[in-house]
């Protein structure tokens, strides 16, 4: 069975800081942040912070909620993409932390991550190359 891979071509741009006040989601506002810099497509790079609550997407379907107050974002990593229509869509994924230690990862969903006191992100700009590559079929052993 063969398998193929997109390789874009392109270059890092700038970088931005961002503050995400309490109550605001954290998918759209990331999306926000990527509009008011000017970013038509970025990489998470760093994240710190805390939601009231968490959403996030598991393998079926469904959504994960964990209650809070005050979840804490472990990592985070994800990215944002201009879509053909002229919007951003960020997809972010991470692992977070309820309030008696246990641990959940997936993708957040957005419009239902508020932000529970301030979260610092640091966005990295992807200037992608003129039209994408893609790489031969890989063999599978």
Known sequence: MSECRLVEAGQMGRV???????????????????????????????????????????HDGS?????GPAVEIVSLAGEVRAQTDGSLRAALTGVVSDTQGQV?????????NPICVTFEVT????????????????ENT
């Open 16 to 58: 931005a800081y961002g503050r995400i006040s309490p109550n605001e989601d954290l998918v759209q506002s990331v999306e926000k942040l990527c509009l008011a810099q000017g970013f038509r497509n970025a990489f998470v790079r760093g994240a710190l912070g805390s939601l009231v609550d968490a959403c996030m997407e598991q």
């Open 63 to 67: 959504a994960l909620v964990v209650r």
């Open 104 to 112: 959940y990862g997936g993708p957040f969903v957005a419009g239902a």
């Open 123 to 138: 966005l990295e700009e992807w200037l992608p190359a003129e039209g994408a590559v893609t790489a031969p079929p890989l």
